[in-house]
């Protein structure tokens, strides 16, 4: 099983501030990487898929990049409403896995 | 737009049975493969099953293996989800997810979830 670990547990920033997220795979995953937000009693939104391709009708400042095993999500200026929790998860191999997430928390 | 939503929720004892469904909306459901993720409380979110859309390909997570089966009905546009054996562990809010293309393994719409306690 591919096991996937994020960086940092929570991060603690102001609106208008740059959040860095970062997951590692324990073994090359290519581009086969995908982020999601999750806010609590709401579904899990997907942000990027292939590591770097922003999904439908996400915005501009949510950004990936990476390859092989590391990889990193960007929010260029925080909105209120991009406090949540973050998860990677890898579709290279079965089964698919997630991380154990990011919380970006107001400062 | 797309809609998905999960019923079949409750609590089970130890070793008990339950059957979760997803109905969806909104799109051509017999073109796409459907999975369902949980998370249990205070947890993360752990895939559990595929079911590929004609209902022939079916991938599962180790810890549910030989416990949970998946079935499709494409003329009702429902995915099943038959849980047995089922332990604690089991108890989390599942979600049922779409791929956001057949066989890319990304999801891209999600319904509210339903919850599965397990307890005696």
């Known amino acids: 099983e591919i096991v996937l670990t994020q960086s940092p547990a929570t991060l603690s920033l102001s609106p208008g501030e740059r959040a860095t997220l970062s997951c590692t795979a324990s073994e090359s995953v290519s581009s086969n990487l995908g982020w999601y937000q999750h806010k609590p009693g709401q579904a899990p939104r997907l942000l990027i898929y292939?590591?770097?391709k922003r999904a439908t009708g996400i915005p501009a400042r949510f950004s990936g990049s990476g390859s092989g095993t590391d990889f990193t999500l960007t929010i260029s200026s925080l909105e209120p409403e991009d406090f949540a929790v973050y998860y990677c998860?890898?579709?290279?191999?079965?089964?698919?896995?997630f991380g154990p997430g990011t919380k970006v928390e107001i400062k | 737009q797309v809609q998905l939503v999960e019923s079949g929720g409750g609590v089970v004892q130890p070793g008990g049975s339950l059957r979760l469904s997803c109905a969806a909306s909104g799109f051509i459901f017999s073109s796409y493969g459907i999975h369902w993720v949980r998370q249990a409380p205070g947890k993360g979110l752990e895939w559990v099953t595929i079911i590929g859309y004609d209902g022939r390909d079916k991938y599962y997570g180790d810890s549910v293996k030989g416990r949970f089966t998946i079935s499709r009905d494409n003329s009702r546009n429902t995915v099943h989800l038959q849980m047995s054996s089922l332990r604690a562990e089991d108890t989390a809010i599942y979600y049922c997810a779409k791929e956001r293309r057949w066989r890319e393994y990304y999801f891209d719409s999600w319904g509210q979830g339903v919850l599965v306690t397990v307890s005696s």
């Open positions: 998860q890898q579709r290279n191999d079965w089964p698919l896995t």
């Open positions: 292939d590591a770097s």
